[in-house]
T-cell receptor
């Protein structure tokens, strides 16, 4: 069974640009969550999607958005990039039905210059 | 919001030693998850705990769900070089369901040959 796949692995963007990251969950999983990981703040929850609907959202500005498609694949978008958005962005997949276990992808390393 | 406090922050041990780390919270958690993260990779789920007092093993790893539901412990027996990494505890935001995880800051495990 394939794991969680995130693309791309690495990205370099300039301040003010926007970026889209992609995540394919484990087959059969309907929940996708996104996290930001930085050395200072650790792992922080961005948002969670289940069956194409955002179920929960962390404490991040509106520049961070996401969506989920009917095949459960998800994308997150960050607009008007800031230097502080440089981080490892992680996607986690879970069944979304009563089980809390989340399985992570390898992440996308975003560097904003 | 909910916070998870992990200790110790770092551990320097000799190969073959046993390791013990813990995670505490001011809030009750209904689920405790333990993850390990290697550099440049996403966290890998090690053990999931769902019941107060539960003790679960996964090879040389043993984790316990504290009876107060406000803490959890992870032990590693007879450490080996590949145990090096960062260990995170995590629990669901609202105590249940797949609506995002709160993570501790991690315990860095370093093994000296």
């Amino acid at each position: 069974k394939a794991g969680v796949t995130q693309t791309p692995r690495y990205l370099i963007k300039t301040r003010g640009q926007q970026v889209t990251l992609s995540c394919s969950p484990i087959s059969g999983h309907r929940s996708v969550s996104w996290y930001q990981q930085t050395p200072g703040q650790g792992l922080q929850f961005l948002f969670e999607y289940f069956s194409e609907t955002q179920r929960n959202k962390g404490n991040f500005p509106g520049r961070f958005s996401g969506r989920q498609f009917s095949n459960s694949r998800s994308e997150m978008n960050v607009s008007t990039l800031e230097l502080g958005d440089s981080a490892l962005y992680l996607c986690a997949s879970s069944s979304g039905q009563g089980r809390t276990e989340a399985f992570f992808g390898q992440g996308t390393r975003l560097t904003v210059v | 919001g909910q916070q998870l406090n992990q200790s110790p922050q770092s551990m320097f041990i000799q190969e073959g030693e046993d390791v013990s780390m813990n995670c505490t919270s001011s809030s009750i958690f209904n689920t405790w998850l333990w993850y390990k993260q290697d550099p440049g990779e996403g966290p890998v789920l090690l053990i999931a705990l769902y019941k107060a007092g539960e003790l679960t093993s996964n090879g040389r790893l043993t984790a316990q769900f504290g009876i107060t539901r406000k803490d959890s412990f992870l032990n590693i027996s007879a450490s080996i070089p590949s145990d090096v990494g960062i260990y995170f505890c995590a629990g669901p935001h609202s105590g249940g369901g797949a609506d995002g995880l709160t993570f501790g800051k991690g315990t860095h495990l370093i093994i000296q040959p």
